[in-house]
């Protein structure tokens, strides 16, 4: 192996104009499907915004092309609907569950890929196969026992917390992406930690914890989108109260609400997608690493 | 003696240590999954509307469920058609751009960008961006085909064009996926193609006997993961049903009418499970449907987990 891996002078022969010619042609070739994908891709995305920018008439007529454009439907949006309410629930329930997920997901990703014990494949195990399960297969119990549970009086039904607080009990998802991790940490980091003395839990909070930080920022990115863009749970607990709403219910009742118009609806969806696309610019590289380490090598 | 007493502290200090570090997954498991799962085959037996207490009835909901109602077959076709068209497209879309983002020399950041941006998108807007520009009056895309002499389809409004939409909808997304196989074509040892173009192999052949080999175990896997996601479509199926019903009779109240319009073509079975137990509060009913869905998703979930060990790399490398 050693051998083939030093670098041997090797001096690159121009391909015969014939070679040359047909590797171009294939380039091209490829480059245009590329843009002619790219363009499917973008187009969505393109009608969504330009709707937005259109006056109800236009919207409703077959004319593709905003005329004038009208700015102020993104400050309409917000006077139709309750949407700094429901931006608000959003975030409370995306940040919140993230903080539990990261805290409660990096102590059991440790104990299974770092420390023996008899089980832990079983384990490792039976939270694959949390992960795969649909969340349907657990609602109606699990909805049953938040409606019949009421400390102090308070009712959960109608609120976000039955979708927030199982976040602080360890998501398979996230348990699975940074076990995935640990596993490729040396062992010599840990070794040299307790040679001086240190015990698991510090190893796990300074070396462990410091050396992981790209795979807990991806857990932490995961999730947040996750909850961000989640619909199902959130819907069952507090559709029925408009108050509690996130993002994503108030989206799609945002017609069906007050008659609303197709541009204002358009303007939502847009404001709706914007977080997201914003996160992925400014955390780009988290976010590739993140899905290539799920997509784990054979 | 004294040896063996240290010994065995150590012992349980370590089993200690390990209870505490699993303890939130331990608590999680079970009171968000063993308990509902137990709970869901036993409330399976009972008639339960969530006011009365419930009413023991043994087999009565599986036997509607099988042999009585006729929505459950629609459900399951529904799914099946869904799963079976959706997941092999996505798979080739995500692997003719990934092989299409592979060979490209110029602009790979930018393509990669374009391609995976549609999959962060929040799905309730996605679906809703579709609803719009596939609403058939005045959507941009009839707009387009109209004058291209085309006649374009009723989409969302027409029941053998709602499926097919939302499979539209899902390739717009495989984003994931095509980073994931991108990553996985990239990773191909250089040395195989080249040993295989000595061996007089096509660029055909290439892709045929060294690209594919080298990377199905993630092609496995997406299409593993896809048949996964297949059964629990609900948000797409929810919202494109709301939106496209609520736009053709101006209802203001959606939700109960609306769950599989057009004529049941996007009444999938998490979508039939959600009208059952949430619309209806069936409970019993809905858990029977649940204990299926689990039946179902398990022998799907154990195969993948049997032949873990081909994907997943465990141990230090």
Redesign the interface.
């Given at each position: 192996m050693s051998t083939a891996d030093v670098a041997v002078p090797f001096v690159r022969r121009r391909p015969p104009a014939r070679v040359r010619r047909k590797r171009l042609l294939v380039s091209v070739a490829n480059h245009s499907m590329l843009i002619a994908a790219s363009i499917a891709f973008l187009a969505p995305f393109a009608f969504i915004a330009v709707t937005a920018l259109m006056t109800n008439d236009q919207a409703l007529s077959a004319n593709l092309w905003p005329h004038p454009f009208a700015w102020h439907n993104f400050v309409d949006v917000f006077t139709k609907a309750p949407l700094w309410r429901w931006t608000f629930n959003t975030f409370e329930y995306a940040s919140l569950a993230t903080l539990g997920v990261v805290v409660s997901s990096v102590p059991v990703a440790y104990a299974l890929a770092r420390l023996r014990w008899r089980g832990r494949n079983l384990a490792f195990i039976v939270v694959l196969i949390a992960l795969m399960l649909p969340p349907q297969v657990t609602v109606v119990p699990l909805y049953v026992a938040w409606a019949k549970f009421h400390p102090f009086g308070f009712n959960f039904i109608g609120t976000l917390w039955p979708v927030i607080i199982p976040n602080w009990f360890g998501d398979a998802f996230s348990i699975f992406l940074l076990r995935q991790f640990f596993l490729t940490i040396p062992e010599e980091y840990m070794d040299a930690a307790r040679v001086d003395g240190c015990g698991e839990v510090r190893i796990l909070l300074t070396v462990v914890s410091r050396l992981a930080k790209p795979a807990i920022a991806a857990v932490a990115l995961f999730s947040f989108l996750y909850t961000f863009n989640d619909f199902f749970l959130p819907l069952l607990y507090s559709g029925e109260s408009p108050h509690h709403w996130v993002l994503s219910i108030g989206l799609s009742e945002f017609r069906s609400l007050h008659q609303v118009q197709w541009n204002l609806t358009m303007a939502a969806t847009l404001l709706v997608m914007a977080p997201v696309i914003v996160l992925f610019f400014l955390a780009q590289r988290a976010f590739v690493e993140g899905v290539t380490l799920t997509g784990v090598k054979g | 003696m004294e040896r063996r007493r240290a010994r065995r502290r150590a012992a349980w200090r370590?089993?200690r240590?390990?209870l505490?570090?699993?303890s939130?997954?331990l608590?999680?498991?079970s009171?968000?999954?063993g308990?509902?799962?137990v709970?869901?085959a036993y409330?399976s037996l009972n008639h339960?509307d969530?006011l009365s207490s419930p009413r023991w009835v043994g087999l009565a909901n599986y036997r509607y469920l099988f042999t009585v109602d006729p929505q459950t077959w629609t459900a399951v076709k529904n799914t099946l058609w869904l799963i079976g068209v959706l997941v092999p497209l996505q798979v080739l879309s995500a692997f003719g751009?990934a092989l299409?983002?592979a060979?490209?020399?110029?602009?790979v950041g930018i393509?990669?960008?374009?391609?995976?941006?549609?999959a962060?998108?929040?799905?309730?807007?996605?679906t809703?961006?579709?609803v719009?520009?596939l609403?058939p009056a005045?959507g941009?895309v009839n707009?387009?085909l109209?004058h291209l002499g085309i006649n374009g389809p009723l989409w969302f409004q027409d029941p053998s064009w709602a499926k097919p939409s939302l499979v539209m909808l899902g390739i717009?997304g495989v984003g994931?996926t095509m980073?994931?196989f991108l990553?996985?074509v990239l990773?191909v040892p250089r040395t195989l193609y080249e040993s295989a173009q000595l061996d007089g192999a096509g660029p055909l052949q290439r892709l045929r006997y060294v690209t594919i080999p080298s990377i199905s175990?993630?092609l496995l896997?997406a299409a593993v993961l896809g048949v996964?996601q297949g059964?629990?479509y609900?948000?797409q199926a929810?919202?494109a049903a709301?939106?496209a019903s609520?736009?053709a009779s101006?209802?203001?109240?959606?939700?109960s009418v609306s769950l599989g319009y057009p004529v049941d073509s996007t009444l999938f079975y998490?979508v039939l499970?959600?009208q059952h137990?949430?619309v209806d509060f069936q409970?019993g009913y809905?858990?029977a449907m649940?204990?299926f869905?689990?039946a179902v998703?398990?022998v799907?979930?154990?195969a993948?987990?049997i032949n873990?060990r081909?994907?997943?790399?465990?141990?230090?490398?």
């Open positions: - | 370590r089993r240590l390990v505490l570090l699993m939130p997954w608590v999680g498991f009171v968000f999954f308990y509902p799962l709970m869901s409330l339960y969530l751009l299409m983002l060979r490209a020399r110029t602009g393509f990669r960008t374009i391609f995976y941006l549609p962060l998108a929040p799905p309730v807007a996605a809703l961006g579709f719009f520009i609403n005045t941009p707009t387009i109209s717009w994931n980073i994931i990553a996985a990773d175990p993630v896997f996964i059964l629990q609900f948000t929810y919202v709301g939106v609520g736009q101006q209802a203001a109240d959606v939700t998490p499970l959600y137990g949430f409970m809905a858990s649940a204990m869905l689990f998703s398990f799907v979930t154990l993948i987990v873990s081909r994907w997943v790399h465990s141990g230090a490398r």
